[in-house]
């Protein structure tokens, strides 16, 4: 993910490096194959000319129709603004403007990661746009001090509403962190969680509703059955990593057949390196069918939420919480980064795990999360939607939200 600031906004944007990386790859190849064409073994002499230009045409590819977002935050239009580009598709916008947004809350990363404790020296923190009702919209997460200074600083002077800094003050990196604002205007520090004062924006506040382009055809249905609703939607996964793996797989397995092995003959090497492109090459097939015939789905039954993915109809993963276990405080987390594309449902454990996150010293902390990490489905419900759009996402978000609080 790539930061640009400009003098009224901050742009969040899809990194282009990796095409960039892949197109200066099939260009060395290409130039290879061609300086050194008479002097590479036969079999293969044609092989680097081929593979250079297909890394090229993949590069260039991904770099004019390839899945792209942008995300802006604009001072003059006062509104976050998500710009997306789906696969040889259209420019898709989202725009919710900052009378959505209570606050920005800069807070220490809570994600649970199998083997990943905190440091007294560790800082990571994550910044999240909170609409009303303690509704967060994730930016990032930031571990580099001086990168996330520059952010902060430029979010206080460009969005209309205030930036919280949440956090321990027994936590020595935060604190060392936070003293930077403590006279910066439009900075607040905090050292309790949740922000009960924005639960409820004030009478005087007319909020003015997000407006959102959505994709023809849409990918998300919502079917309403009674007590039982269900969301679903196909899973359309990076295109360019996977066709990049499978260039890399298949362009392997072509060396080794044809040029290692008359060389080298079969051996220990060949058959450990033959085997493992050849359970890459399986794991790339998986993949493909995955992102072409896996469905996502959400069931919003009385007592309980199925989260499960299919493949050909066939369930491959689920997750059951009940509903009781959802709190009615900070239920949904929205991540709308370049480089991420999740909502997470927090259930009663993972609000408790947030609050002792912030409130308590780190080796409690740690105690906590290495609870978590053995059960991490007890503390929330991570939901895969990195092929809907943002708009799509605010539907989902709102049938979420209906289904918890009980409208109909």
């Known amino acids: 993910m790539d930061t640009i600031f400009t003098d009224s906004q901050i742009i969040f944007i899809s990194s282009l490096v990796p095409a960039y990386a892949v197109i200066g790859v099939g260009f060395f190849c290409v130039f290879i194959g061609l300086i050194f064409f008479k002097k590479v073994y036969k079999k293969i002499r044609f092989f680097w000319l081929f593979f250079g230009l297909a890394l090229m045409a993949l590069g260039v590819m991904d770099l004019k129709v390839g899945k ?6 604009d001072k003059e239009r006062a509104a976050l603004i998500v710009l997306e580009r789906k696969y040889f598709g259209e420019q898709i916008k989202t725009t919710i403007p900052f009378d959505n947004f209570s606050h920005i809350e800069v807070m220490r990363d809570w994600t649970i990661r199998q083997g990943k404790l905190f440091s007294r020296e560790e800082l990571t ?16 997460i930031y571990s580099e001090k001086a990168v996330l200074k520059d952010l902060v600083n430029k979010l206080r002077t460009t969005v209309s509403f205030p930036v919280y800094l949440v956090g321990n003050p027994e936590d020595k990196s935060y604190a060392n962190f936070s003293r930077q604002f403590l006279n910066a205007d439009n900075v607040e520090i905090a050292y309790s969680y949740p922000l009960a004062e924005f ?9 003015t509703a997000p ?16 007590n039982d609703d269900m969301a679903i939607w196909n899973n359309t996964y990076n295109v360019f990593w996977i066709a990049l793996v ?38 790339w097939i998986g993949f493909v069918l995955s992102a072409t015939f896996s469905q996502t789905q959400i069931e919003f039954r009385e007592s309980n939420i199925s989260y499960s993915t299919r493949l050909f109809g ?14 009615d405080i900070l239920p949904v987390l929205n991540t709308v980064n370049p ?12 609000i408790t795990l947030i609050i002792a996150n912030i409130a308590e010293p780190i080796d409690e902390v740690n105690t906590r999360f290495k609870k978590a990490q053995t059960t991490p489905m007890d503390y929330r419900i991570l939901i895969d939607v990195e092929s809907l759009t943002m708009g799509e996402r605010l539907l989902l978000e709102k049938e979420m939200r209906r289904y918890l609080t009980g409208e109909k």
């Open 199 to 207: 639960m409820m924006p004030p009478d005087s506040l007319q909020i």
């Open 246 to 283: 499978g260039v890399l797989t298949f362009g392997g397995l072509y060396l080794l057949q044809n040029w290692v092995l008359p060389k080298k003959g079969f051996g220990i090497a060949f058959a450990l390196f033959y085997s493992t492109f050849i359970i890459a090459g399986v794991v």
């Open 314 to 327: 066939i369930k491959a993963f689920e997750q059951i919480t009940a509903k009781a276990d959802i709190n």
């Open 339 to 350: 480089t991420d594309g999740q909502l997470t449902m927090v259930t009663t454990f993972g």
């Open 68 to 73: 792209t977002k942008k995300i802006v935050i």
């Open 211 to 226: 407006t959102y382009n959505l994709p023809r055809p849409i990918n998300i249905s919502i079917l309403r059955q009674g």
């Open 125 to 140: 923190l994550s910044v999240s746009l909170v609409r009303w009702g303690l509704q967060p919209i994730e930016l990032g």
